[in-house]
């Protein structure tokens, strides 16, 4: 909303005694637009405002000519809020859960799917920063849950690092005012770049910036939304709280009078934690001025990311307190990552790579007779995995037996055949993203179909060897 709307809602509010300021009346207002019939009760409900103070804002709306009465926006209000608030929703384009599948997404919706091509050419994850890239359908539930929430239409939306590539989706909705994506990786930035220039994206900005250092001053004060998915530890959460609180816009000034403004919002990713650091984590959410509001367990899901189970939550965080952004905070050096503290805290860290092995008994030579197909479902496995294959080599044992051995991008595959003793050996080690291995050897089963089967793995690189663990194919 543009500077006047602001002072005119502030206004509205300190006559109305509402604590929740503008942002408050946004959200009335809101729930108006989408939920035209609802009694005081049922908007109340929906807004967290209490039935007095709900019934007084609709009166000061009324007495300011916004509305047409204290039950119902009118064609005005409709037509105010539209264009001062740029709602575009007159319903609830979510009624029901948003945990759908690809194929359930809303005919309205359908048009984002397209962000798929683009999701394929993201850079690929720097796990030296804690990066694991969301998986298409992650990136879609989190746009319909900003749009169910109200938090693009006409907002000015700040994202703290995107490797996802989330904002590419928020941006192809046409709904945001504003979008600035802040990050430290350039490859990122390049690749965001290129897609707003190839989509002609308008009002998104990119800026390469260490969130070690303070805020540029000019994106200070200035945010309605961050989305943040930070490095899993409780100082990297911290740091990223403490630029979320930099970059919302806490204080207006009118006829320079300082007015403070709550209610701004975050959307935090973050694994899932034991008890105690968990603990920690709302603790620190709490320190930096926020409320939680939602968590909805398990909804991010990535591509690798095993050190946090492929899964993270997503929590609805709320601005209750007015910061200076004159006092920026700067960065002690300290760890960061989760790399950084493993030698000095007992935390699972990620490792240098994984050792996937295993063993295949056929009823019968037959099938291992014929290279050809072999080596085939091979090729197969390692190409549906989207290991990328940099050279390989093959040879024919006489009188039985064959090897086929490929060098990948990220290490090494090999297969080794015994038709003697109907047997063959799996040998995968990938410097990648977890889920990739255990694809290529399920693409590998399925395309030998063994009599029995047994597949291991363990984590290379790790300052303690351990056992190989076995893997359910």
């Not at 999701?119 to 992650?138: F, G, I």
């Not at 055949?417 to 050897?441: M, Q, R």
Request: glycine share 6%; charged share 25%.
């Amino acid at each position: 909303m543009n500077s006047e709307t602001e002072e005119l809602l502030i206004n509205i509010a300190n006559k109305a005694h509402l604590d929740e300021g503008i942002e408050g009346i946004r959200s009335i207002l809101l729930t108006m637009y989408r939920f035209p019939t609802l009694k005081n009760k049922k908007v109340s409900q929906k807004t967290g405002i209490a039935i007095p103070t709900l019934a007084a804002v609709r009166g000061e709306l009324v007495k300011a000519g916004l509305i047409a009465d204290k039950t119902f926006l009118g064609e005005k209000g409709k037509k105010w809020v539209m264009k001062n608030l740029n709602l575009t929703f007159d319903y609830d384009p979510f009624p029901n859960q948003i945990n759908f599948d690809l194929d359930e997404i809303p005919d309205e919706f359908l048009y984002l799917k397209q962000i798929e091509t683009h999701l394929k050419k993201r850079p690929k994850a720097e796990y030296a920063l804690d990066q694991s890239h969301a998986n298409l359908m992650t990136v879609l539930k989190r746009t319909f849950y900003l749009i169910k929430k109200g938090e693009i239409e006409g907002r000015k939306i700040i994202f703290l690092g995107d490797d996802d590539a989330t904002s590419i989706a928020v941006a192809l909705t046409g709904l945001a005012k504003e979008i600035t994506v802040l990050d430290v990786d350039e490859r990122i930035l390049d690749f965001l770049s290129n897609v707003i220039l190839h989509k002609s994206l308008k009002n998104f900005n990119v800026v390469h910036h260490d969130l070690k250092n303070p805020s540029p001053k000019d994106i200070q004060n200035n945010y309605d939304v961050v989305i943040m998915d930070p490095p899993y530890t409780n100082e990297g959460l911290r740091l990223f709280l403490k630029r979320a609180r930099e970059v919302l816009k806490s204080y207006i000034n009118i006829n320079g009078t300082l007015y403070p403004i709550i209610g701004k919002k975050c959307f935090l990713c973050f694994g899932n934690k034991p008890p105690n650091d968990t603990l920690n984590l709302q603790l620190s959410i709490l320190d930096h001025g926020f409320i939680l509001k939602e968590m909805l367990p398990n909804f991010n899901h990535y591509k690798g990311a095993s050190i946090i189970g492929q899964f993270s939550h997503l929590y609805y965080l709320q601005s209750v307190m007015a910061t200076n952004t004159q006092l920026s905070y700067k960065y002690e050096s300290q760890p960061l990552y989760t790399s950084e503290l493993k030698n000095g805290r007992d935390l699972t860290f990620r490792p240098i790579g994984y050792h996937f092995t295993g063993e295949m008994r056929f009823k019968s030579k037959d099938l291992l007779m014929d290279n050809k197909f072999i080596f085939q479902a091979f090729l197969e496995s390692l190409n549906s995995a989207e290991l990328t294959i940099i050279d390989i080599y093959n040879h024919i044992y006489h009188p039985f037996g064959y090897s086929v051995v490929a060098i990948l991008e990220t290490s090494h595959a090999a297969l080794h055949t015994w038709p003697e003793h109907g047997y063959a050996s799996v040998d995968f080690f990938i410097c990648d993203e977890f889920p990739k291995g255990l694809k290529a050897l399920e693409i590998l089963k399925q395309k030998l179909n063994p009599k029995h089967a047994k597949f291991f793995y363990i984590e290379r690189g790790k300052e303690l060897t351990e056992n190989y663990n076995p893997i359910e194919i």
